[in-house]
């Protein structure tokens, strides 16, 4: 399972579907694209949160993927195809889609931008 920002912005609200993400954490192997630290990292410096105590949450709970060269190639070409037909799919999707694809990783997630891929939708 690849969490994406999503997910773990709801695990860390609390929320139905962030309970929903705490269950797959515990009973699945996890995975957090770096990119989502990158955004993680803005959403906890917005809310003034524990940039610690978030990070280290995260980096305990999953295994940090970090980006290599094919993973950011194929992004750039993902990026492309699916703009085609999903409006506003940015490069930070294209990104996590890469990811999920080098890996061979289903992505969690509540972004509709990746409800035509194997994703699991919160």
């Known amino acids: 399972m690849l969490l994406d920002t999503f997910a773990w912005i709801e695990f860390f609200n609390g929320t139905e579907k962030g309970l929903k993400v ?3 954490l515990k009973e699945n192997a ?11 990292s803005e ?8 940039r610690k ?4 949450a995260v980096k305990k709970l999953s295994s940090i993927i970090g ?17 085609k037909t999903v409006k506003g799919f940015g490069m930070l999707d294209a990104i996590i889609l890469a990811t999920a694809k080098q890996y061979k990783l289903k992505i969690v997630t ?12 919160l």
């Open 30 to 40: 996890c995975f957090t694209s770096a990119i989502c630290l990158a955004e993680l």
């Open 22 to 24: 705490k269950q797959l």
């Open 67 to 83: 980006l290599d060269e094919q993973t950011l190639e194929l992004a750039g070409l993902l990026k492309v195809k699916k703009r």
């Open 110 to 121: 509540g972004d509709k931008h990746f409800k035509e891929e194997n994703a699991m939708l």
């Open 43 to 50: 959403w906890i410096e917005r809310n003034g949160l524990d």
């Open 53 to 56: 105590e978030k990070m280290n």
